[in-house]
């Protein structure tokens, strides 16, 4: 099993910058992918970005060029930098850890964390 916890959310104004983090906890030797996803509400929760480990990261082209994922293996945490931010980012955003096997993986959810974007 894998525990989740996000942290890092809250209310910027357009243009303005959030970092948020998501620290993995439990059967973490068994992950091979960490991302970011997130749902606004009446809308379908979307892939935000991903991070393979030992890949390329990967980008919703919405966010290209302003948000970027990184991994920190050692503390098993996952961080999503968030630049240039836009009413249309406000959303819950949710990390996401994939474990075991490749083609079939364990999936985890993290609790979520509100992101507001003021215009």
């Known amino acids: 099993q894998v525990q989740l916890v996000e942290s890092g959310g809250g209310l910027v104004q357009a243009g303005g910058s959030l970092r948020l983090s998501c620290a993995a906890s439990?059967?973490?030797?068994?992950?091979?992918?960490m991302g970011w996803y997130r749902q606004a509400p009446g809308k379908q929760r979307d892939l935000v970005a991903s991070?393979?480990?030992?890949?390329?990261?990967n980008y919703a082209d919405s966010v290209k060029g302003r948000f970027t994922i990184s991994r920190d293996n050692a503390k098993n945490t996952v961080y999503l930098q968030m630049n240039s931010l836009k009413p249309d980012d406000s959303a819950v955003y949710y990390c996401?850890?994939?474990?075991?096997?490749?083609?079939?993986?364990?999936?985890?959810w993290g609790q979520g964390t509100q992101v507001t974007v003021s215009s």
């Open positions: 991070s393979v480990s030992g890949g390329s990261p």
């Open positions: 996401n850890a994939r474990a075991g096997w490749r083609l079939a993986p364990d999936v985890y």
């Open positions: 439990g059967s973490t030797g068994s992950i091979h992918t």
